[in-house]
């Protein structure tokens, strides 16, 4: 089993948290628990893929212990994690901004 170790510094880890807020804030569709892990449903508007492959990227490279696949289904991207369920729980957990900045009520894909 890989440890579950990050490099990121206490300052990286806010400035990604701001990055997940700003995709979630553009093109957040839903998410779901799956057997494995946890699944991101964002909306497949132009870039989003690529923002989503290129911060999934560098989540691996900061948390080796991850498995993240990003790929486009339809109208929709699909982003999904496996890890140690409390990774998983940190990752799903993650709070959705609207796009006007205020917190919003998250149902299942």
């Given at each position: 089993?890989?440890?579950?170790?990050?490099?990121?510094?206490?300052?990286?880890?806010?400035?990604?948290?701001?990055?997940?807020?700003?995709?979630?804030?553009?093109?957040?569709?839903?998410?779901?628990?799956?057997?494995s892990g946890m699944r991101w449903w964002l909306r497949a508007e132009p870039g989003i893929a690529e923002r989503a492959r290129d911060l999934a990227a560098?989540?691996?490279?900061?948390?080796?212990?991850?498995?993240?696949?990003?790929?486009?289904?339809?109208?929709?991207?699909?982003?999904?994690?496996?890890?140690?369920?409390?990774?998983?729980?940190?990752?799903?957990?993650?709070?959705?901004?609207?796009?006007?900045?205020?917190?919003?009520?998250?149902?299942?894909?």
């Amino acid at each position: 089993m890989t440890d579950i170790v990050c490099s990121l510094t206490d300052h990286d880890v806010r400035e990604r948290l701001d990055e997940y807020a700003r995709l979630f804030a553009t093109a957040f569709a839903g998410r779901e628990r799956i057997t494995s892990g946890m699944r991101w449903w964002l909306r497949a508007e132009p870039g989003i893929a690529e923002r989503a492959r290129d911060l999934a990227a560098r989540e691996r490279v900061c948390c080796a212990f991850l498995t993240i696949a990003v790929i486009v289904v339809g109208d929709r991207v699909l982003w999904e994690l496996t890890a140690a369920q409390e990774v998983v729980d940190w990752f799903y957990d993650l709070p959705v901004i609207g796009p006007n900045g205020t917190p919003r009520r998250v149902e299942p894909a």
